[in-house]
């Protein structure tokens, strides 16, 4: 039986079907409570798993993670955050790059386990400030976190990780390695941006790395050994799953990442409540408990701490259908992927040039994220607190200042972190109590 545009959701369905479920007409947005008709929103949905893929499955070819296991847990955890949020919030978790940097300086010795700990420390933080944001509201994020320190974290993030896309931080694993593929790699992204519209241009990254295998293997530049991984793994399969040790210094490379995640999801909220013309700020706490639960998750198995992807809000905006419905589709596809060693082994073969020229666009992108949060925000740096605030914290990021305090070690997002907190709201207390009182006008 047809559902006609009026129904009311069933026991079966938690959505109605919007109009004929074929089309949308113009002006018209399929709502987060709605969908199209089951095979339309099945497609719009393996959309939104082409859309996360290129970021999502790069994270743990950088960190060294398990990459199927990385996909499992981000579709599981999209899941989680659609249980949470009662499917108001269309969003999908793909891996975050927030978390790069730390991981990296956490496993430091080649133990994944402090790094999945460090990653479950974020996420529980995370979820906690979700439940403080549902009683207390969130107003206090904006002015704890106001622009010119969210655009400076970002930046510094971005330019943290530079020497990462060169050599992989001393690891031989970026562009260093191998020069002409990352360069291949790089300028086949560029061109797919600009030669391409539509959809497949939101794909460079994700052509750009298959152009650049594609060029390795034809020069000999693969790894015989993963491709021999790649030959013997099995189609059907659990992922390689790891336990989290727990351990100070891990944890406190970390957590500094949840300031991210908030200004991320924060952020994602408003893009999809403004695409939607409704109020979901009464969700927001929602989306942090979600997106800090799912990271939970991810970490106690050895996935990649996640966040709210802006790409699917991308493919929100180009197809104006917010249904919750394909994302349950994308993380049910997301899981299935996950659960196929032989895809897993296949992303391992992903040569380091390819990564390295891939890298060079996604590092540089986060940097200038933060550029684009200062711009679009219209913040002042004619005034001198928010001109050290941002200066300050990017060089400490940039430079990856670190501290050591006996068998703990801060590095540089850790403490340009707190210098851009530190800097702006001390700087910012001192310039009040110095401004003279207006004067009285009876007097």
């Given at each position: 039986m047809t559902q006609s545009p009026t129904e009311t959701p069933s026991r079966w369905s938690p959505w109605r079907l919007h109009g004929d479920g074929r089309t949308v007409r113009p002006g018209d947005v399929v709502d987060p409570g709605e969908r199209l008709s089951w095979p339309r929103t099945v497609g719009v949905g393996v959309q939104h798993v082409v859309a996360m893929f290129g970021a999502t499955f790069t994270v743990p070819l950088i960190t060294g993670f398990p990459p199927a296991t990385t996909l499992f847990f981000s579709g599981l955890g999209t899941l989680l955050f659609l249980l949470i949020t009662g499917n108001r919030l269309p969003s999908y978790?793909?891996?975050?790059?927030?978390?790069?940097?730390?991981?990296?300086?956490?496993?430091?010795?080649?133990?994944?386990?402090?790094?999945?700990?460090?990653?479950?420390?974020?996420?529980?933080?995370?979820?906690?400030?979700?439940?403080?944001?549902?009683?207390?509201?969130?107003?206090?994020?904006?002015?704890?976190?106001?622009?010119?320190v969210t655009g400076a974290i970002v930046a510094l993030i971005g330019l943290n990780l530079a020497p990462v896309a060169w050599d992989g931080n001393g690891s031989g694993t970026g562009v260093k390695a191998q020069p002409l593929v990352a360069v291949v790699t790089l300028a086949a992204i560029l061109l797919a941006t600009v030669a391409f519209r539509g959809f497949l241009g939101r794909l460079s990254i994700l052509l750009g790395v298959v152009v650049g295998w594609l060029f390795a293997a034809v020069t000999g530049g693969l790894d015989p050994a993963t491709l021999t991984r790649l030959r013997e793994a099995a189609w059907v399969g659990l992922p390689e799953f790891h336990t989290p040790s727990f351990s100070l210094r891990a944890a406190i490379l970390v957590i500094p990442v949840i300031l991210v995640l908030v200004a991320e999801n924060a952020g994602h909220v408003k893009a999809v409540a403004a695409m939607t013309g409704r109020n979901l700020d009464r969700s927001l706490g929602r989306a942090f408990?979600?997106?800090?639960?799912?990271?939970?998750?991810?970490?106690?198995?050895?996935?990649?701490?996640?966040?709210?992807?802006?790409e699917n809000i991308g493919v929100m905006a180009a197809t104006r259908v917010y249904s919750t419905a394909a994302y349950w589709v994308a993380g049910v596809a997301a899981v299935l992927l996950g659960l196929s060693p032989k895809f897993g082994a296949l992303i391992l073969t992903v040569p380091a040039g390819v990564l390295g020229g891939a890298t060079t666009v996604l590092y540089g992108l986060i940097a200038v994220l933060g550029a684009r949060i200062w711009i679009e925000s219209r913040v002042d740096f004619h005034d001198p607190v928010n001109l050290f605030t941002a200066a300050v914290a990017v060089i400490i990021g940039a430079a990856d200042y670190t501290l050591t305090a006996g068998d703990l070690s801060f590095n540089g997002i850790a403490l340009g972190t707190a210098a851009a907190l530190l800097t702006y709201h001390t700087l910012r207390t001192i310039t009040r109590l110095r401004t003279p009182p207006p004067p009285d006008p009876s007097r």
């Open positions: 978790l793909g891996s975050s790059f927030a978390f790069i940097a730390p991981v990296l300086a956490a496993k430091a010795g080649g133990d994944i386990g402090p790094a999945l700990g460090g990653i479950v420390v974020a996420g529980v933080a995370l979820a906690l400030v979700g439940l403080v944001v549902q009683v207390a509201g969130a107003r206090w994020i904006d002015a704890l976190m106001p622009p010119v408990l979600g997106d800090g639960l799912a990271t939970v998750l991810a970490g106690s198995g050895g996935g990649s701490g996640t966040t709210t992807y802006a």
